[in-house]
């Protein structure tokens, strides 16, 4: 394979890069809205939204990818970002930039692929939006418009801050490598001890701005079950579609943590105890509305959540643990459903 060379304004990009405060941070609904919708309106099994750092190129959003990042060396958006236009390759084996790379021999097996810039406000190429296929493809004028609209949807979403102030400010305190270590790394959201940490800013936020906070715990039902009978490469592919779901029905800014195996932890920054009660109803109904598929076969899928909302002086582990407590009297009470418990 034939790397990239740097571009020439590297030291500017990897600036502008850095001062989005985007690179290591969960997944987002609104990446992933337009990645699925690329998918479609394209009929490709992969696409993604990549930022190319120093050494690597990470994905903000990952559709049909099995890994979160590879290294510079071997991406095909190294060259996209030399270009001002899209780069399309028809056929990797043909190509003597590409023939060669570990993602065209191996694991996803890439032969088609069209990426196109994404720029910051200074013009500086932060990476790409970009599609793949295992099978050679041309693309039409009309397929290469759809992509460079997709294109300036995902860049203007990069352009704007979208998580809660309390999220913002975690990442604004830690390098790349400490941000990613507090991401999991099967669901991309935070891990538990970074969802611990917005969780206490959370809570000194409310306490001085007397603003309602709402947390819930999420349990995945019967997983245990699911891991016996599909596998636990089946379990792991549930629990990542539990997380896509649950990021579709909160808001932009709230934050969502793997809290255990098969639990999460939802933090709602400034929410009421009715728009808690909605955004679980809405978790729950969309997690159960639609079997999961897996390799192993559909697996139907249910979720318990327990709620609790405060607006005074309450620890986080106050309102962990009562939201714990009616998540369990959820499960007793059928699973599948919301409890809201009281801060007593």
């Not at 507090?182 to 538990?192: A, F, H, P, V």
Request: hydrophobic share 40%; charged share 25%.
């Amino acid at each position: 394979m034939i790397e990239a060379p740097l571009p020439q304004d590297e030291a500017q990009r990897l600036e502008a890069l850095q001062g989005l405060w985007v690179l290591y941070t969960p997944a987002e609904e609104r990446f992933d809205r337009i990645t699925r919708l690329a998918r479609q309106l394209l009929d490709v099994p992969i696409a993604l939204v990549s930022l190319v750092d120093a050494k690597c190129q990470w994905f903000k959003s990952s559709q049909g990818m099995p890994m979160t990042e590879t290294a510079r060396a071997i991406s095909f958006c190294a060259h996209a970002i030399l270009m001002d236009d899209t780069l399309v390759v028809p056929d990797a084996d043909l190509d003597e930039r590409f023939k060669d790379s570990p993602l065209v021999t191996g694991e996803p097996y890439v032969r088609f692929y069209a990426g196109h810039p994404l720029r910051a406000a200074d013009g500086s190429k932060l990476g790409t939006f970009c599609i793949m296929d295992q099978h050679p493809r041309e693309m039409s004028p009309a397929d290469l418009e759809k992509l460079h609209d997709m294109a300036a949807w995902a860049e203007n979403e990069l352009k704007v801050t979208a998580l809660s102030k309390a999220q913002m400010a975690l990442i604004s305190e830690c390098d790349n490598l400490r941000r990613k270590a507090m991401l999991d790394s099967l669901t991309r959201l935070w891990n538990r001890s970074a969802i611990m940490e917005v969780l206490q800013r959370e809570v000194a936020r409310m306490q001085r701005k007397q603003a309602p906070l709402s947390v819930i715990m999420v349990d995945v039902d019967h997983f245990k079950k699911v891991n016996d009978t599909y596998g636990h490469m089946a379990g792991d592919e549930v629990l990542l579609e539990v997380a896509k779901r649950m990021r579709s029905s909160v808001r932009p800014y709230d934050a969502i943590g793997r809290y255990g195996g098969e639990e999460f932890l939802i933090v709602l920054g400034e929410c009421d105890p009715e728009t808690a009660l909605d955004i679980a109803e809405r978790a729950r109904s969309r997690i159960a509305c639609e079997n999961v598929e897996t390799q192993s076969g559909k697996v139907s899928t249910t979720v318990s959540l327990g709620i609790t909302s405060v607006t005074s002086s309450c620890g986080p582990d106050k309102l962990i643990h009562t939201a714990d407590l009616a998540l369990y009297r959820a499960k007793e009470g059928g699973r599948n459903r919301v409890e809201v418990g009281t801060v007593s």
